[in-house]
């Protein structure tokens, strides 16, 4: 990796063991900002409007006695594609072994603006929050204004991040949250291109893969492959879709030009309503529940099945083009929603007629607006294999007891009934 020397401004290249402590910028891009090939010449350099950032954070570095700094934007030789690619699936760990993150936050200038800041709009901004242990944020001015362990700064930080307090006091990890709830905190993040939604997410899912920029949503797509292929949690399908968002993800999954999802999320904004989907704790309903396996356009997953008529047949031969839809079903995930033990989400599913084991996700009147609660039986149906089907639709119930008590299946309850859950405020 290469770091700035704080003292003469100059690149040095370092390998693994021979790199030096160092400090770290985190920010958001600006006009006119110090690239790669400026740092040759810091005449030109100094002309540029974002090498008042470059010299203010090297400046800061070399007071805490560190004599390097990693600024992206001009570490990083971005022609290079194949440089380009290490170094964002380097990305994570560079920030985890920095010894301090400076957190540079461009439209604030006092505390009462930190929240709502550009910093927490952006995808890339995640990871730099989570992987350092320390955080210092810093205003335009470069007036510090506390770190991100600080107990007095952790719920403003929390509010604005949607992070999770225990997460950001370094209490647990990320990787021991959900994968849903991991989305959630990237849920309302944007990125400049689309691809980068996924990409400035590997670190927190410790995966890697190559870059594709051009993919498009299909970026996204394999971010869920690669995250899948490491976990059971199904979580990850524990996904549905907001009000404002409706109308734009229906139309993508229902165009062939864009990339088939299967039970997959387009996006991560399809996880802003999952910020109570947990790793469930609870036995699960009859049966177990499998790894999810990405098949092509498709998603396989074993999983308990509820309600539908139970005489179908498996079709191996089934082409898209001819799909006919029948039997509304529920799947119920492996994981939970909330904190009553037992409470399972469910993907409402349709059965495609004469395809036995095939389904897609269901939208019912355009948006999610309500969640069934049943009474939770002794034994469900025994585990299937799921196959979703081409172009999936945007649902989610949720599959939960009202008063739990001990079952065969581990899971039961006395009473169940109907409500309202607010999904949509």
């Given at each position: 990796m290469r770091l700035v020397n704080t003292r003469t401004l100059r690149l040095e290249e370092f390998f693994d063991a021979s790199t030096p402590d160092y400090a770290i910028l985190s920010h958001t891009w600006a006009q006119d900002e110090v690239i790669f090939s400026d740092m040759t010449d810091l005449g030109k350099a100094r002309t540029k409007i974002g090498f008042a950032k470059?010299?203010?954070?090297?400046?800061?570095?070399?007071?805490?006695?560190?004599?390097?700094?990693?600024i992206d934007t001009c570490c990083i030789d971005k022609s290079?594609?194949?440089?380009?690619?290490?170094?964002?699936n380097s990305m994570y760990r560079w920030y985890e072994k920095a010894k301090v993150c400076y957190a540079y936050l461009c439209d604030v200038k006092n505390p009462t603006q930190l929240v709502g800041c550009k910093w927490f709009t952006r995808?890339?901004?995640?990871?730099?929050?989570?992987?350092?242990?320390?955080?210092?944020?810093?205003?335009l001015?470069?007036?510090?204004?506390?770190?991100?362990?600080?107990?007095s700064l952790i719920p403003t930080l929390s509010r604005a991040s949607l992070v999770d307090a225990p997460v950001l006091a370094r209490v647990i990890q990320p990787w021991d949250v959900s994968v849903a709830k991991r989305m959630y905190w990237a849920s309302s993040r944007?990125?400049?291109r689309r691809e980068d939604e996924a990409y400035c997410m590997m670190g927190l899912f410790r995966v890697n893969m190559p870059l594709l920029y051009g993919e498009g949503s299909k970026a996204f797509f394999r971010?869920?492959?690669?995250?899948?292929?490491?976990?059971?949690?199904?979580?990850?399908?524990?996904?549905?879709c907001e009000p404002r968002r409706e109308t734009e993800l229906a139309r993508r999954v229902g165009t062939r030009s864009e990339i088939d999802f299967g039970c997959c999320a387009p996006s991560p904004s399809c996880f802003a309503m999952s910020g109570d989907i947990t790793s469930s704790s609870a036995p699960s309903p009859e049966g177990s529940l499998g790894q999810i396996i990405f098949t092509g356009p498709g998603t396989e997953f074993l999983a308990p099945l509820k309600g539908g008529d139970e005489n179908w047949s498996h079709e191996d031969d089934w082409k898209a083009e001819n799909e006919t839809w029948w039997d509304e079903r529920e799947i119920i995930l492996r994981c939970q929603v909330g904190p009553i033990p037992g409470t399972f989400p469910t993907l409402v599913v349709v059965q495609a007629a004469n395809r036995g084991q095939y389904y897609r996700r269901n939208l019912t009147h355009g948006i999610v607006s309500s969640v069934s609660l049943y009474t939770f039986p002794s034994h469900v149906?025994?585990?299937n294999r799921i196959r979703s089907a081409r172009r999936n639709k945007i649902g989610l119930q949720i599959f939960a007891p009202t008063t739990p008590v001990n079952g065969s299946s581990g899971v039961a309850t006395v009473e169940g009934e109907m409500r309202t859950y607010p999904f949509h405020g």
């Open positions: 470059l010299e203010g954070a090297c400046r800061l570095a070399a007071t805490q006695k560190y004599d390097y700094i990693w290079s594609s194949a440089e380009l690619s290490e170094a964002i995808g890339w901004t995640l990871q730099e929050l989570l992987a350092p242990d320390d955080v210092e944020f810093y205003t001015d470069w007036v510090y204004l506390g770190n991100k362990r600080d107990p944007e990125t400049t971010l869920q492959q690669e995250i899948a292929k490491d976990t059971h949690d199904q979580s990850i399908l524990a996904w549905y149906e025994e585990p």
